[in-house]
């Protein structure tokens, strides 16, 4: 569906990909990767460029790209979750620190899989969100545990403000069952290395 937007956005536009390479400073070669079906899935940088380039009176720019990118992160699910239905994750369900865990999870392949860089330059500050800490949340070795870190990473990954609440009230309902240092987050476990069998501590957030 991604390849297909962006063929049609740029025949729509009328331009050759010398063109739209000129408009979106990006290689031709670079762009018809981004357009064929073959390959991975192009950088949403690339996506971006592209249908921005593909804007015109009747199909302004900001339109395309906002499409763009939301066929961009179904893509991108898929080709990180082969056979699984991209659902948008549901905080109101989250009963424990696994479940908050896994849902956050969830949000990060729905956003794309988006780097611990690129997370922390989108949480909105300096400090509040380090792609060190974005990174442990995201392989499920921490977890936010407070408002502001976890409002941060809901953030990042482009979460619909009117989801907030939901999310706030899952964080209080596991604070009130304990720390997370007491629970394994991920979802299998993995196996202890022959020279140290203890458990591993989690870390929280921060």
Avoid at 32 to 58: F, L, N, Q
Avoid at 139 to 161: G, K, M, Y
Avoid at 179 to 201: G, H
Wanted: aromatic residues 6%; contains cysteine.
């Amino acid at each position: 569906m991604l390849a297909a937007h962006l063929r049609q956005a740029r025949g729509a536009c009328g331009l050759t990909y010398d063109e739209l390479s000129t408009q979106a400073g990006v290689s031709p070669a670079t762009l018809k990767r981004a357009a064929s079906t073959a390959g991975r899935v192009a950088p949403r940088r690339v996506v971006e460029r592209y249908a921005g380039a593909c804007g015109s009176p009747g199909r302004p720019a900001e339109e395309l790209v906002a499409s763009a990118v939301r066929l961009w992160k179904r893509a991108r699910y898929a080709e990180a979750r082969p056979g699984r239905n991209y659902e948008h994750p549901r905080p109101e369900y989250i009963h424990d620190w696994r479940d908050y865990s896994g849902r956050l999870r969830d949000l990060h392949a729905c956003a794309g899989l988006p780097s611990a860089q690129d997370l922390e330059d989108r949480a909105g500050g300096m400090g509040l969100l380090p792609h060190s800490t974005a990174h442990r949340i995201v392989i499920a070795r921490s977890v936010p545990t407070t408002v502001q870190q976890l409002e941060s990473f809901l953030r990042a990954c482009e979460e619909f403000p009117s989801q907030y609440v939901l999310w706030r009230g899952a964080l209080a309902k596991c604070l009130a069952g304990g720390s997370p240092t007491s629970f394994d987050l991920r979802r299998e476990q993995v196996p202890a290395r022959t020279d140290d069998r203890r458990r591993p501590v989690l870390a929280m957030a921060g």
